[in-house]
């Protein structure tokens, strides 16, 4: 069974850097095929992607998003990271990793339990 651990600061500044991990277990972030993504619900709204790294290390980011966004990852752990640079209080929302298995069609089949991450001076 594939679990997802978030972990970060749950209090950032404005024009902060976020930086969020996502620590996988029961599977190797390298398995060909499967994308590693993340997702965020400001409060009161619907769901936000993202962005993705893969299997090969490829990342693919929101259009929206970007030029703040930065995902990583570091195999030896077994762990992906989100940077989003220039913080505002309209990233305040909770924060998802999940997984793309390695299947036809693009679906998140498993998901860490979320971390809030609040904006605020």
């Known amino acids: 069974q594939v679990q997802l651990q978030e972990s970060g600061p749950g209090l950032v500044k404005p024009s902060q850097t976020l930086s969020l991990t996502c620590i996988v277990s029961?599977?190797?972030?390298?398995?060909?095929?499967?994308?590693w993504n993340w997702i965020r619900q400001p409060p009161g709204k619907g769901l936000e992607w993202i962005g993705y790294i893969n299997y090969s290390g490829t990342t693919y980011y929101s259009p929206s998003l970007k030029s703040r966004i930065s995902i990583s990852r570091d195999t030896t752990k077994n762990q992906f990271t989100l940077q989003l640079t220039s913080v505002t209080p309209e990233d305040t929302a909770v924060y998802y990793c999940a997984r793309v298995p390695p299947v036809p069609g693009f679906y998140l089949d498993f998901w860490g339990q979320g971390t809030q991450v609040t904006v605020s001076s």
């Open positions: 029961g599977g190797s972030i390298t398995t060909n095929y499967i994308y």
